[in-house]
């Protein structure tokens, strides 16, 4: 047997410990609250939006934030607001995009630690403690996703959407992946992993497409809105996702 000593097993909070936490998650309830309120009152007038994603972390001398840039003020002349993350980056080329052109552009930003303040070509600002708060936003009222090159938080909004898609919990809108080199590799393990061991359908990867050309993912939008299947145009009064 080991002599190396016990680790001591936490014991059950105290009654007083348990109220003092309850108290501090009730008022919570209430911050979370004010964010969705607010970010209905601010978004459920503006439609049709198209919501981008994309790393931080490009400065504006690399392609994809000059790629972003042509893509945001192509879907801001032909009606579409843009949304984006709000930060640097490719959410800056997203907003500075969209700003040049004839529609609005809207930042959801988020409160984070070691982040860089929102960008400065947004029409409509809102700011987000709570990162779900500010997912759903993305979605609501989103009547397409275009998710350009990107970390971890562009995974997350990709593979939110795609499981709200995939399960019914959202109507299928555009899923476009911009940047085809980029996300070979991933695509690659979806169809040689993920498909061939049964966890995703192989119907499932329909549900996104690629495309390289910004002129390519407006005419994408507008041709999957003009398709009779889907029974409704981009300023459609219903919300993609429904709470």
Do not use: C
């Amino acid at each position: 047997m080991s002599d190396s000593p016990k680790r001591p097993v936490p014991g059950p909070r105290s009654e007083q410990a348990v109220e003092a936490m309850l108290n501090r998650d009730g008022w919570k309830i209430f911050k979370i609250m004010a964010e969705f309120v607010d970010g209905f009152q601010k978004l459920a007038a503006v439609r049709p939006s198209v919501s981008i994603f994309g790393s931080a972390r490009f400065a504006p001398e690399h392609p994809y934030y000059a790629l972003t840039e042509d893509l945001s003020r192509r879907l801001s002349d032909a009606g579409f607001a843009v949304v984006s993350g709000g930060g640097p980056g490719i959410m800056e080329a997203a907003n500075k995009g969209a700003k040049a052109g004839k529609s609005e552009s809207i930042g959801l930003n988020i409160e984070l630690p070691h982040e860089q303040g929102g960008n400065g070509y947004q029409d409509i600002s809102l700011t987000f403690r709570y990162f779900f708060a500010r997912k759903v936003m993305f979605v609501k009222y989103a009547s397409a996703y275009v998710v350009m090159p990107g970390g971890f938080g562009t995974l997350d909004e990709f593979a939110e959407i795609l499981t709200l898609v995939q399960t019914g919990k959202s109507r299928k809108i555009p899923i476009i992946l911009m940047g085809g080199e980029f996300w070979s590799g991933l695509i690659s393990w979806f169809e040689n992993t993920m498909v061939s061991q049964g966890t995703i359908s192989p119907e499932d990867m329909d549900l996104f497409r690629v495309v390289e050309d910004p002129a390519e993912v407006v005419e994408a939008i507008l041709d999957f809105y003009d398709n009779e299947e889907h029974n409704m145009t981009p300023d459609s009064s219903q919300s993609t996702l429904e709470i």
